[in-house]
């Protein structure tokens, strides 16, 4: 089994930043792609950025590019969001998600593991 752990979120005004991160650990195979998704009240969790294995492939939602970065230290066995100018509409619950694969996926279908999720609270 995989535990991952999410940490970094809180409240934030408009334009600000934070930086999530998300902590694998347990029986982690050596390669893996990460995902982050997040949710927000009453809609359905939807994809934000996603890293392949080693990391040299990026891929981002339309709402997140230019804005957020994600990245991975592979020797840690973690994954960052580094999430600028943020708006009151990124307001969600974010998950750290992790594919047995390699390549990047958007589909929360593709993930074989979740996080329990870390609060981001964008004020106007």
């Known amino acids: 089994q995989v535990q991952l752990v999410e ?8 334009g600000g930043s934070l930086r999530l991160s998300c902590a694998a650990s347990g029986r982690i195979i050596n390669t893996y792609a990460m995902g982050w998704f997040r949710q927000a009240p009453g809609k359905e969790r939807e994809f934000v950025a996603a890293i392949d294995w080693p990391g040299g492939i990026t891929s981002y939602a339309d709402s997140a590019k230019g804005r957020f970065i994600i990245s991975r230290d592979n ?10 100018s943020l708006k009151p509409e990124d307001t969600a619950v974010y998950y750290c998600s992790l594919d047995k694969g390699r390549s990047v996926h958007s589909s929360t279908s593709a993930y074989d593991y979740w996080g329990q999720g870390t609060r981001v609270t964008v004020s106007s």
Do not use: E, F, I, R
Not at 75 to 84: F, G, R, S
């Open 75 to 84: 020797a840690k066995n973690t994954v960052d969001l580094q999430m600028n």
């Open 7 to 14: 940490s970094g979120g809180g409240l934030v005004q408009a």
